[in-house]
């Protein structure tokens, strides 16, 4: 969507108090946003075995919800204990070399947007996003393109997934996406260097989506009917089979030169043909109508199926 058809069609809404946004806080509200988020904390305590863990942990998520330019563990340990010695070292212990499971932290999240949010006929969304880098030393990271810079650039790529509901939305899992350059022979010092397992098979985004959305609906913590996704994955058969296999519907974006029927046309099953070789696999019968592109298809569809497309959207 383009930046002006982006702001034409989001009106300016004042929040749901009816007042306007200010970033004027009294120390009251500084304090009472201070105590939910040590709340907010506590319940991941038990994912910490000792509680040095659970207090470096504190640290580091205040560090990342600062607005300091530069959120590494040096700027952002100096920002909030000053020049306390050893707590940068600690610090890198805990995030590098510290003994907690990051998948047992990550359920113990999906479990609480299950109970804050979850319905059953909520949508996981999936999409990558790029984080631009300016060195070489990053794990994954690659000239590669970059969402976030619209252009192919230095960085490392992610994909995540996102789950929305009547309720609410919230981040699900994410995978790192290891660039295809990182699997020939110059690059397994560097392999070593950012700790990567020395068996890791190159995956690609939309594999990586769906071993995400598999693991979903195998632990089935977080109730979820729908899967969404642009392009990048749409295009990709054997994600969109992988996401049907599980018994999960999907609302995927295409490019407009896709051919589809409108109707499924017959198919011929493997078998003997009447000349040559036995076919192995289906195929779409000779006298079938020819797959038309998408974009032909919807510009001969009347205005009123896309008011209704919209108005169904609307209701849920």
Not at 202 to 213: G, K, N, Q, S
């Amino acid at each position: 969507m383009s930046k002006k058809s982006s702001s034409s069609r989001r009106p300016n809404k004042r929040p749901a108090s009816g007042r306007r946004p200010t970033s004027k806080l009294a120390i009251g509200d500084i304090e009472a946003i201070s105590d939910e988020l040590k709340a907010y904390h506590r319940l991941f305590h038990s994912v910490f075995q000792r509680r040095e863990q659970r207090y470096w942990s504190l640290v580091y998520l205040c560090g990342q919800l600062s607005d300091l330019e530069r959120k590494t563990i040096e700027p952002m340990v100096l920002a909030l204990l000053g020049p306390e010695p050893n707590a940068v070292r600690a610090v890198e212990h805990f995030i590098s070399q510290g003994a907690w499971d990051t998948s047992a932290l990550i359920q113990r999240y999906q479990e609480l947007v299950a109970e804050w949010l979850g319905d059953p006929h909520g949508v996981v969304i999936v999409d990558g996003s790029g984080f631009p880098k300016q060195g070489l030393n990053s794990v994954g990271v690659a000239h590669q393109y970059c969402g976030a810079l619209g252009k192919l650039a230095n960085c490392q790529e992610g994909v995540f997934a996102v789950y929305a509901s009547p309720s609410g939305y919230a981040f699900l899992d994410a995978r790192l996406y290891v660039h295809e350059d990182w699997f020939d022979e110059t690059h397994r010092e560097r392999w070593k260097k950012c700790g990567l397992p020395a068996d890791l098979p190159f995956r690609t985004e939309p594999e990586l989506a769906l071993d995400m959305v598999r693991d979903l609906a195998q632990q089935d913590v977080v109730p979820f009917q729908w899967v969404t996704c642009d392009e990048h994955f749409g295009e990709n058969p054997a994600f969109l089979n992988g996401i049907s296999a599980l018994g999960k519907w999907y609302l995927a974006e295409v490019p407009c030169n896709t051919r589809a029927w409108l109707r499924t046309p017959r198919v011929e099953l493997p078998g003997p043909g009447l000349l040559g070789r036995p076919r192995t696999r289906p195929r779409v019968a000779k006298n079938a109508p020819r797959a038309r592109e998408l974009r032909d298809m919807a510009a001969n569809l009347p205005r009123s199926a896309f008011n209704h497309c919209q108005r169904q959207t609307e209701i849920w």
